[in-house]
């Protein structure tokens, strides 16, 4: 290129800035041309295929939405590539809202319990200090894609029982002395 011949420099100087100062007072402007820079991989209708993919099944992995894309238009992406495109889709890896799952018995159960306690205070309530272990673990790992303010929609909202199988609760009464033993029951949960 003549503009490396010209300040006599070879071409492929280490120092962004010194080229961005180069560019200026070869032509007086050191902004990036047009085109210039690394081509991206994917297509728009590859990024809307992305987009739709991490709406359709909003818990998969970029990972998995990469093997996913590689194999439906035989070219490979990376999972930040992904990661990018959905970004830029305006979607984004969240942790999604977890609600116990009810069954219409439970709801109806609910929905007939509630008038009739509704004139309780806090003396017709027995107080507990009990503690529930589970003994299944849930690190709430799992992301899902979402837009941001719509974690409260029914598609990004996850039903997962916590205390399913078995359990430990071990509690004393309030109005019971310190000093007596602590009482453990094991039992497992029925729907």
């Given at each position: 290129?003549?503009?490396?011949?010209?300040?006599?420099?070879?071409?492929?100087?280490?120092?962004?800035?010194?080229?961005?100062?180069?560019?200026?007072?070869?032509?007086?402007?050191?902004?990036?041309?047009?085109?210039?820079?690394?081509?991206?991989?994917?297509?728009?209708?590859?990024?809307?295929?992305?987009?739709?993919?991490?709406?359709?099944?909003?818990?998969?992995?970029?990972?998995?939405?990469?093997?996913?894309?590689?194999?439906?238009?035989?070219?490979?992406?990376?999972?930040?590539?992904?990661?990018?495109?959905?970004?830029?889709?305006?979607?984004?890896?969240?942790?999604?809202?977890?609600?116990?799952?009810?069954?219409?018995?439970?709801?109806?159960?609910?929905?007939?319990?509630?008038?009739?306690?509704?004139?309780?205070?806090?003396?017709?309530?027995?107080?507990?200090?009990?503690?529930r272990f589970n003994i299944q673990n849930d690190s709430r790992r799992a992301m899902i894609w979402r837009e941001p303010g719509t974690c409260?929609?029914?598609?990004?909202?996850?039903?997962?029982?916590?205390?399913?199988?078995?359990?430990?609760?071990?509690?004393?009464d309030s109005k019971e002395r310190p000093n007596r033993p602590l009482r453990v029951r094991w039992g497992f949960r029925h729907s």
């Amino acid at each position: 290129m003549e503009f490396f011949h010209y300040f006599s420099i070879n071409q492929h100087p280490k120092n962004n800035f010194f080229i961005a100062d180069l560019c200026y007072q070869w032509d007086q402007n050191a902004s990036r041309r047009r085109g210039s820079g690394r081509q991206k991989i994917t297509t728009t209708a590859d990024d809307r295929y992305l987009l739709q993919c991490a709406r359709r099944r909003r818990t998969l992995t970029a990972r998995q939405l990469a093997s996913q894309f590689s194999a439906a238009a035989g070219k490979p992406i990376s999972r930040q590539t992904v990661s990018r495109r959905l970004h830029e889709g305006g979607l984004f890896a969240r942790r999604p809202v977890v609600c116990v799952p009810l069954s219409p018995a439970h709801i109806r159960a609910q929905l007939h319990w509630a008038p009739e306690h509704r004139s309780w205070t806090p003396d017709h309530v027995l107080f507990t200090d009990e503690s529930r272990f589970n003994i299944q673990n849930d690190s709430r790992r799992a992301m899902i894609w979402r837009e941001p303010g719509t974690c409260y929609r029914a598609t990004n909202i996850v039903e997962r029982d916590h205390y399913r199988g078995g359990g430990c609760l071990s509690g004393r009464d309030s109005k019971e002395r310190p000093n007596r033993p602590l009482r453990v029951r094991w039992g497992f949960r029925h729907s």
